[in-house]
């Protein structure tokens, strides 16, 4: 049973910076492609950020430069550093894990956490 559970999301002011982590139990952690997205409310899920196994990388383009995905093996945890953060940020953070290949395409992953709240005002 793959379980994904996101911690870190809150409340911020504009420019501020905030760190999400995504621990992850019963999944292979190092195998497969893992990222984060996010939803704003009225718009669709969109991906932020992607790590494969080997450790590259991929970003949108509204978060190069300010996010910074990462992971710790040995933790089986994600990390999503976020800095300079804008109210256009504001949305629920997902976590995602299962996908082949470094990708942001939402129906590439498998299997999904519940989400953290971010606000930024």
């Known amino acids: 049973h793959v379980q994904l559970v996101e911690s870190g999301g809150g409340s911020v002011q504009t420019g501020g910076s905030l760190r999400l982590s995504c621990a992850a139990s019963?999944?292979?952690?190092?195998?497969?492609?893992m990222g984060w997205f996010r939803q704003a409310p009225g718009k669709e899920r969109e991906g932020v950020a992607a790590i494969d196994s080997d450790g590259s990388t991929s970003y949108a383009d509204s978060v190069k430069g300010r996010f910074t995905i990462a992971k710790d093996n040995t933790k089986s945890t994600l990390y999503l550093q976020m800095a300079n953060l804008q109210p256009e940020d504001t949305a629920m953070y997902y976590c995602?894990?299962?996908?082949?290949?470094?990708?942001?395409?939402?129906?590439?992953?498998?299997?999904w956490g519940q989400g953290t709240q971010v606000t930024v005002s």
């Open positions: 995602a894990a299962g996908a082949s290949g470094l990708t942001l395409s939402e129906s590439d992953y498998t299997y």
């Open positions: 019963g999944y292979t952690y190092s195998t497969y492609c």
